[in-house]
């Protein structure tokens, strides 16, 4: 089971920032991180910020403006 | 599909303050339409000129820059022809009548700075929080309302400023140096060379995912085709490069029709009409009736004027575009720091907009396109500013 993320409620570009940061805690042993956002414009920043990092994103919507990302560890030499 | 007729109720109350205000002021009306549709565009893009500055700094990322220098671009271009015509012998010396050609100095760098810090620290420019105050973030209507006392407190310094800079600051309008053409010319070959520094930013810091992009299929029928259609402009995100073009379009519409797109001297009046109704003195504004831009302008005792439908059209635009495509929700942050970052942000754009006679569309996305130094000063102290606020947004969690 993943750890979550709830970034619900904040502005920009705090949800981008906070899942860096908590992207670069998690341990090697940890493969994925789930984040929940209602911020829109970090379908955009999160996906790329964590494809540097080495993560690939799969965006799920929630309804009612809500979107569940899940950033998975990518084993190396798997393209972004 | 709840969307669609909460939207199409918006869009129709929006057509009822429309053909009422063409009844009783023409120009109310027009200034309503142009509101709704800046706000729509800025919604629908997510245009925000806080992150065009801060995500170069942040994540190396360019993409509302490069929506922005687009929007600059074809401004340019419509403003130039524009004021081609007003005044074909640019190197008599006499300015055009409504661009931002503004004083120049040490107030528009103070100004610019100020506004710059602001916008990162609170998560939007002027322009920026009312879109999202549409879109339901409670965090951009504090901003706003520290925008408002930030502007409040610009105007009872404005004296301060004006005797010291603003009174004896020279207004450089290009045209009069090159003329209409090498302006024109100089201002698009400036744009393009910020253009690929931002491609070069981008590569260094390393991959930008594209987005991506839906499956094409074939539509069946007209019915489909109008209904894929629709659902591009109301319900998915716009790309940047077209909204960026279509804010600078309408700015040119707008600027032909009138002015150029600005509104803190607006938000100023009601800044000043809240100040009056609590009765505190009013303050010796020096020289704002000759100034173009968005200088102060004074509370006249009236309660609606031309500019109040510019604003609130903008609200209310982003706000029934919003709906329409399900991206309304009241959004409340969780940490109490984001209040004070909204508000004392706001403050900082309140007080740099008093400053430099406009914000990030006064003073920069009408300020370039107005072929006038002004707005290339003010863009370099924005970004300046922009550059600082993003270390504090680092430092603050």
Redesign the interface.
Known sequence: MAETLDVRGEICPYPMMRTVTALKKLSSDERALEVVTDHAPALETIPTQAARLGFRTDIEESGGSEWRLVLTRMDSGEGA | MKNVTYAVVAWGMAGVIYIATHRTDTQFAMYWAFGLAFGFVLQRA?F?F??AF??LF??G?G?NMKGVLVGLGVASLGFGLVMSRQVPMAFLGILPPSANVLPLGVHTAVGGLLFGVGMVV???CVSGSLYRMGEG?V??WVAFAGLMGGLLASAYTWNWWWDRSISTAPRYWLPSWIGHPGAITLTLAALAAVYVGVLVMEHR?????P?ALKKQEPAESVGAEIRSVAKTVFVE?WPIIPAGAVLGGLNVLLFTAQEPWGFTGEVSRWSLAAASLVNLPAPLLQGVADLPGCAFVPSDGLFFNHMIFLVVGMWFGSFAGALGA????V?????PT?YA??LGGGVLMGYGSGLAMGCTIGAFFSGIPSLALNGWVFAIFLGGGAWIGTQM??RI?
């Open positions: 997510r925000c806080a992150s801060r995500d942040l994540l990322y993409r609170a998560g939007g973030y965090a951009s810091a390393g991959m930008v995912l987005r995100g399900g991206e309304f929700k959004r409340v942050p969780k940490r984001r970052q909204s947004i680092r969690q």
